[in-house]
């Protein structure tokens, strides 16, 4: 017989169903996707419509653009701070059991 409250016991196994991240890029498709759609219901001429596309674009695109520098700096920045901890703990390595 069918027992309906085991049915919905778990079996032990757990696979993740999902990458991860990939809720995280699905919220900014979302966003983007609803930013375009409101874009495009506002009560505007096709001129106006295009000219405010044009322009939001080419600031979003300025933003990435920054954002790529800044992160450059910073993994330059994070490497510089990895190589001096290495040089800091090179001395206070010892192999085990001696």
């Keep these: 017989m069918n027992d309906p409250v085991r049915d919905f016991e778990p079996n032990g196994e757990y696979e993740e169903s999902c990458r991860p991240g990939l809720g995280l890029t699905m919220l900014f498709i979302g966003l983007a996707a609803g ?3 409101a874009l495009l219901l506002t009560p505007k001429t096709g001129k106006e419509m295009r000219r405010t596309l044009r322009r939001k674009y080419e600031d979003a695109r300025e933003v990435m653009v920054d954002i ?7 993994i330059d920045k994070g490497s510089e701070w990895a190589d001096k901890a290495k040089s800091k703990m090179g001395p206070l390595k010892r192999p085990f059991g001696r």
Excluded: T
Excluded at 68 to 74: C, R
């Design 35 to 37: 930013a375009l759609v």
């Design 68 to 74: 790529g520098d800044h992160a450059g700096e910073w």
